[in-house]
């Protein structure tokens, strides 16, 4: 037995032509319908075509194809999901797919928890193993229980996204393919998912299929391109890009060569127009550019922007004038760390929502209150409360804690953010200084004629 562990010879996969283009395909069936024609056949075409491709034990190979490649459809028959229609596959070993879209499945009216169930029987797990695998994706995800037991259709698709992954990733498979995961979520647990992913590929016979580079480059060091269903290579990463960035637009139907993918014509006219704002006397040094159009194209803007000089120097100094005062190092609400992603936070006229804030000083200056406004979601302020507090001076760098009660007041149904701002000594409230803190919804029904006051009170300030 050879060291292989997965081998396509000649696969192909068809698919009839109107799956590809179902808008187009709805409107000729109402214009003009098949069945006032004698001939019913279907166009078909080719999503992936006489792929040849061997994986060897532990090997990490990268697979970059632009948008309508054929990606998913090979990550569907690299990992068993999707049978060909032409050729042969031979594995030695079990394979899992993880992609983007593991949240497909998910029903919004029914709770988390019995979404990620459902999930993970269908990924084959049971029992205890079940069990354990949801009990790791809760801590991963740093939720507790409690945030499982909401309904779906209430919590934000990027936080159900994020679960989703990570229950996928709790799979052990001997071949592992990960199609085209372009975000591993918001926030703090975003990091925790991308070194889970970088272990997982580690561990693993791993293929890699997207259409950006970053995660083929810091995982795998054989890469194919796939263009218009045909594969091409291997390559090594600095090739590769040169290749994928020359790739043409269209299929050209071209004499297919696996080792020489096709190049797109006119390379040069598809710059940038004020990318030649340089003007060639201007290149004193007279450096020969890389082949690759993607270096040509920033190495020119970085020239310009560097010529930009005493602009250059004026943007800094603004952005330097503009930095806020303090940024805030974590939030916890009735004694629960917070994070800003958008995790239900659902309150009732009234209800006192107990904040602590840990803030962390940009710049040295003197505290004399905040002011606590409130915004419905994607609108301006309509209601703000002052905050006083003894006078102080604050140090760069120094830490310091905000414990108060918001009340809430009289508000219709809706998300709401609320923002805090810290005022300087015989200064007016700054926008630049305003920070957003919490996203909470209203319960309820009926429209609020007149807006009650939002009620604050201080429990300390160290």
Do not use: C
């Not at 830490?399 to 005022?423: A, C, F, G, Q």
Request: no cysteine; hydrophobic share 35%.
């Amino acid at each position: 037995m050879n060291d292989y562990v997965l081998q396509l010879k000649n696969v192909s996969r068809l698919f009839p032509k109107d799956v590809s283009e179902t808008g187009t395909s709805l409107y000729r069936e109402m214009i003009l319908p098949r069945s006032m024609f004698k001939s019913h056949s279907i166009d078909y075409f080719y999503a992936v075509e006489k792929i040849n491709i061997s994986i060897k034990k532990n090997e990490k190979i990268g697979i970059l194809g632009t948008h309508l490649s054929g990606k998913s459809t090979l990550a569907g028959i690299l990992s068993g999901m999707i049978e060909p229609t032409g050729g042969s596959i031979i594995s030695y070993g079990s394979r899992h797919l993880i992609n983007g879209k593991s949240s497909a499945g998910y029903k919004p009216m029914l709770k988390i928890i019995e979404n990620l169930r459902l999930q993970a029987m269908f990924l084959g797990l049971q029992g205890d193993e079940l069990e354990h695998a949801i009990e790791n994706t809760l801590e991963k995800a740093r939720l507790d229980y409690s945030d499982l037991l909401k309904t779906t259709g209430n919590v934000s698709k990027r936080l159900i996204r994020q679960i989703a992954l990570i229950m996928s990733l709790q799979i052990n498979s001997d071949i592992i393919i990960v199609d085209n995961i372009n975000s591993t979520g918001t926030g703090i647990v975003r990091e925790d998912i991308v070194e889970y992913i970088n272990n997982k590929i580690a561990s693993s016979t791993s293929l890699i299929v997207a259409s950006h580079p970053k995660l083929i480059q810091q995982t795998t060091n054989k890469i194919f391109l796939l263009h218009y269903g045909r594969l091409y290579g291997p390559f090594d990463f600095e090739e590769a890009i040169a290749h994928y960035s020359e790739l043409p637009r269209e299929n050209h139907n071209e004499m297919y060569v696996p080792s020489k993918p096709p190049k797109r014509k006119n390379i040069d006219d598809n710059f940038l127009s004020d990318d030649h704002i340089l003007d060639n006397e201007d290149d004193s040094d007279n450096e020969s550019y890389p082949i690759d159009p993607w270096i040509k194209k920033f190495t020119l803007r970085e020239k310009k922007f560097q010529e930009r000089g005493k602009l250059d120097e004026f943007i800094k100094k603004a952005k330097e004038d503009n930095r806020p005062l303090l940024d805030i190092d974590k939030a916890y609400i009735d004694g629960k760390e917070y994070f800003y992603r958008s995790i239900s936070l659902v309150r009732k006229r009234n209800d006192i929502l107990s904040l602590q804030i840990n803030f962390i000083v940009k710049m040295n200056f003197n505290l004399s209150g905040f002011v606590i406004t409130l915004h419905p979601e994607h609108e301006d302020e309509i209601m703000r409360a002052d905050l006083p507090l003894e006078e102080r001076d604050l140090k760069f760098n120094s830490s310091h804690k905000l414990m108060l009660d918001v009340e809430i007041p009289d508000l219709k149904p809706y998300r709401y953010i609320l923002t805090i701002t810290p005022i300087q000594k015989n200064k007016a409230f700054l926008i630049k200084n305003r920070i957003k803190l919490v996203k909470f919804g209203i319960l309820g029904h009926g429209i609020i004629r007149r807006y009650g006051k939002m009620k604050l009170k201080l429990n300390s300030f160290t």
